[in-house]
């Protein structure tokens, strides 16, 4: 930290600038005991780079505790393309945050790729904030990707913002909160906009109902293009075999899926179909019941062409399940696939953001240690007959 009234010789800027044009990338969290940035060093420094003090800054992460949230403009030169920002005292003024959208809206009229942003704020505050984060996202016409961790979405219109602003989105990952199975299909409407760029949806939603139909879901069915696709959802998830089917149709290239509900509504067996119209896809995870009826090798009709992982989320497989569902998983898998069990369940920005159930799950010993006996008495009768 730097005394606002010290003075600072002109080889000491020659040598800040020599350094600052050479700087792509920030992070500044200012909950760290080093990590306060000078007022004065920050007026100084503006004298000396009236366009920025890190004029080719292209990634910014700052996360901020305490008041002055204003510092961050002068780190937003013409060049940034990539922002993160992250409010973590719940108790600043909704109001001071209002007006740094407005100053981070003019600053950086269209040149955002990336925007990322996140508050501690009460899920009341975070609606109050809301018509200032439109009118910021209404602003970046070139967002590609769009990340709202630990930030509640309560009206489409936040979507709508994105989507209606940035005709090549790849990439929407938000929390939907406190919603009705209309407004949750509301929301997804808008996402559907941008049907012909979107590659990647991550979504956790609260709906008030307990069940989630794919009759609830089915403007995601108008994205084609989509590879990646995470839905967490508060209440249990109803798939039936033909819902699968239209899903697979519709998601040609989808390559990963995670589908985690609060309570087990896809019944085990169904992996198969998912087997049958998934053909590219390489990690898989989803909380099944296998309380049903599991098929034995000879019913089982496809088998997985791509995948490389699979996770179950949330299950429990007693003694008396662990033969058959190991011999249905190895038939439907194949001797590649690596079968995991999670049950750990990840906060929702790192749900949103890169946390992967197939990171944090494991191998059950059991499971593998019957599936690959499995795969060896198949091997034996193959070399017998």
Known sequence: DLDPDCVLTAQSWELFKSYATRVRSITYDDDEDDAVISTGLIIQALAVHPGGILPNLRALHWQVYEPGLTQILAFCPPSLERLSLHIGNEYLEVDSVKR?????????????????????????????????????LNNQSGLLEVKLPYYEIQDPATISAVCQASPKLRTFCGEIQDVTKKTFREALV????????????????????????????????????????RLWLSCRLELRSIDIQQMGQAWKGLTSLILRSRKPGIPLPHLATFAQWFP??????????????????????SRFKSLRILTLLDVWITDYQMP????????????????????????????????LPWQTGCEDAKLRDRMDAFYRVQEAVKRVD
């Open 190 to 229: 808008e996402l559907a906009r941008r049907s012909a760029s979107l590659r990647c949806i991550r979504l956790i939603s609260e709906p008030h109902e307990e069940e989630i139909y794919l009759t609830d879901m089915e403007p995601m069915l108008q994205l084609p293009v989509v590879e990646d696709i």
């Open 324 to 355: 058959r569902i190991a011999e249905f998983l190895a038939i439907v898998c194949g001797p590649k696939v690596e079968v995991r069990i999670d049950r750990y369940c990840p906060d929702s920005g790192g749900f949103i953001d890169e946390v």
């Open 280 to 301: 590219a896809l390489q990690q898989f995870a989803a909380r099944f019941n296998c309380s049903e009826y599991i098929p034995s090798a000879d019913e089982v009709p």
């Open 100 to 136: 740094l959208l407005s100053g981070l809206s003019f600053f950086l009229a269209n040149r955002l790729k990336f925007f990322g942003f996140g508050t501690a704020f009460s899920i009341t505050d975070n609606g109050i904030l809301s018509a200032s984060l439109n009118a910021f």
